[in-house]
């Protein structure tokens, strides 16, 4: 009886895995699907991209050849790239700081301040994107880069990732720090960021991703041509050429390539930030 029940038990389990990998191949056929879509409609002629097929029938690279030189695709490249990295930097570095604060420090008022902050997560970027535009204005962050970086680096979900993967870190590498003479500022860079590697990678794919397909505050912020970021650019394109979709899916595929490579890089760090900075 006990082996018919483990054998009862061992095709339910197999059927349960067998189920799940179904449903995970499904859900990644559906997922990548549209961006094989979009590579392959970015080498076919006009006549063609709209045809249907998956493979091209007529096979060319013009379209690429046209974004790169019909409009200043490369400057609004650079814009995207210059804006995330130095978003991305920023953010890991004083989110890093505020984090160790809130996760190890004693001072008055620690708690009521971390839920101060986190509590701008419930807050929609909309609410309060016409008060963030008169600050903006006021200050004279309009039409240039500091515009478009200062008011993104603050954000309340890296603070908490971070401040609860510290909360995980054992505390006797500190304390022996501290009784070798270290200050709280030598513990955090000498310590604490080396031992921060996997989730800070994942958080700078997280920034760096989010400002690189940053659209609503660019626009509102920016009406320079030369600060025109690179999702900004795309939209541009497609309103003046609103049926050549060969050279919008051109465009977009050079857009979604650094990302691509970025997350294909870094997913080790992405899945371990995941299973290490859950609630503590």
């Known amino acids: 009886m006990a082996s018919e029940a483990n054998a009862v038990g061992g095709r339910r389990r197999l059927s349960g895995r067998v189920g799940l990998t179904a449903l995970a191949a499904c859900a990644a056929v559906v ?4 961006v094989l879509w979009m590579v392959s409609a970015a080498f076919k002629s006009r006549s063609t991209v709209t045809d249907g ?4 029938t007529e096979f060319t690279v013009q379209n690429f050849v046209y974004v790169f030189t019909e409009v200043p695709f490369v400057r609004y490249l650079w814009n995207s790239f210059f804006i995330s990295a130095v978003i991305t930097i920023a953010a890991l570095l004083f989110h890093s ?12 008022g620690r708690e009521k301040i971390f839920m101060a902050i986190f509590s701008t997560l419930l807050v929609t970027a909309p609410v309060v994107l016409i008060p963030l535009f008169i600050v903006a204005r006021e200050l004279g962050l309009l039409d240039s880069y500091a515009g478009l970086i200062v008011p993104a680096v603050f954000n309340a979900f890296g603070i908490f990732l971070l401040r609860q993967f510290y909360l995980g870190l054992p505390k006797e590498l ?7 003479g270290c200050g709280h500022w030598r513990v955090y860079w000498n310590i604490v960021l080396p031992m921060s590697r996997p989730i800070l990678s ?3 794919v997280f920034f760096f991703l989010a400002n690189w397909n940053a659209f609503v505050w660019p626009q509102v912020v920016t009406s320079d041509q030369s600060l025109t970021v690179v999702q900004l650019g795309i939209a541009s394109f497609q309103t003046q050429y609103l049926s050549n979709w060969n050279y919008i899916l051109a465009a977009a595929t050079v857009a979604a390539l650094p990302m691509l490579a970025l997350f294909f890089t870094f997913q080790r760090q992405i899945v371990e930030s995941i299973k290490t900075s859950g609630m503590k």
Do not use: K, T
């Not at 700081?97 to 008055?108: D, K, Q, S, T, V």
């Not at 500190?174 to 070798?180: F, G, P, R, S, Y």
């Open 31 to 34: 997922s990548v699907l549209p």
């Open 202 to 204: 994942a958080l700078a």
């Open 53 to 56: 097929n998956l493979i091209p």
């Open 97 to 108: 700081m505020a984090a160790y604060a809130l996760a190890r420090l004693r001072f008055p």
């Open 174 to 180: 500190e304390e022996a720090a501290v009784l070798d």
